[in-house]
């Protein structure tokens, strides 16, 4: 049974973002979430940008840096 993760930015704004993350298996061709949602929220300050660029895939961190810019 693999795990695999799906990853939200939730209310994306210039400020901020809201980073959703939930774990699924699939159980007889079914999603079946195991655990809890977990919930992250982030400023756009140099350290917020830090940790996210530590914490999301390129794709992710690309995309809440295209709302903020550079």
Do not use: H, P
């Not at 400020?15 to 809890?36: H, P, T």
């Not at 949602?37 to 840096?65: G, H, P, W």
């Amino acid at each position: 049974m693999e795990v695999t993760e799906k990853i939200t930015l939730d209310m994306l704004t210039k400020e901020g973002v809201s980073v959703l993350r939930q774990k699924f298996i699939n159980i007889n061709d079914v999603e079946v979430q195991v655990g809890e949602n977990v919930r992250n929220a982030f400023t756009n300050c140099e350290d917020d940008r830090k940790i996210l660029k530590e914490q999301l895939s390129e794709d992710y961190y690309n995309a809440v840096m295209a709302v903020w810019g550079l």
